[in-house]
């Protein structure tokens, strides 16, 4: 149950999405194109991090490169 503690978690890394075009989601309301994100965990093929909802979400490593 570790998607619990997410939020108040430390942050592993920063990130930088370099944008929101998705072929099958709409991250765009989620993702700011430029902005930085806190990754708060970390797998093969997401990154968990805050987005602009509040919430921890997970994004595909395709929308981001390390800031």
Known sequence: ????????????????????????????????EGKEYEVKNETEEFYFLIDNTGRVGGFYKDYFKEA
């Open 1 to 32: 149950m570790i998607h619990l503690t997410w939020q108040n978690r430390e942050t592993l890394k920063k990130v930088l999405c370099v944008h929101t075009n998705a072929e099958k989601f709409i991250v765009n309301q989620a993702l700011t």
